[in-house]
């Protein structure tokens, strides 16, 4: 009687982990596509850590239903530092396509310049002969 008691018991406590480890398995999962995201952004990359926050936000407002509000806490804690980073690597992102946006302008606007004094030069030279 003992030995069953204990088999089950067992038996409920790896389901009640296996439960607790797939949410953690996913705040692993975006930690590690975030870090890919921050090294080399990209379109791709960014879907995926939105996959997998909005998957951790699933997970734990399963396990909140469930009444299992410390697992629940911590993860929702994990959760928001994640998309904090996320955030921050969105806007890094986006100041980094600005930057590269206006260097690419201030050398288009060089490029005419210079192409405009040539063709002065070009035309000048003309008039003169």
């Known amino acids: 009687m003992k030995t069953r008691f204990s088999l089950v018991f067992c038996a409920l406590a790896a389901l009640f982990l296996v439960g607790c480890d797939s949410a953690q398995r996913t705040v692993e999962t975006a930690r590690r596509q975030l870090t890919e995201f921050q090294a080399a952004p990209d379109a791709a990359k960014q879907a ?11 997970q734990i407002d399963d396990l909140q239903k469930k009444g299992e509000t410390t697992e629940a806490d911590i993860l929702r804690h994990q959760a928001s530092s994640l998309k904090g980073d996320f955030q921050a690597a969105r806007l890094a992102k986006t100041l980094r396509d600005a930057k590269n946006a206006i260097q690419g302008f201030g050398e288009a606007i060089k490029d005419a ?4 004094n040539d063709t002065l030069r070009n035309s000048s030279k003309d008039t003169n002969n």
């Open 48 to 58: 995926a850590v939105e996959q997998s926050l909005a998957k951790l936000d699933r």
């Open 113 to 116: 310049g210079k192409s405009f």
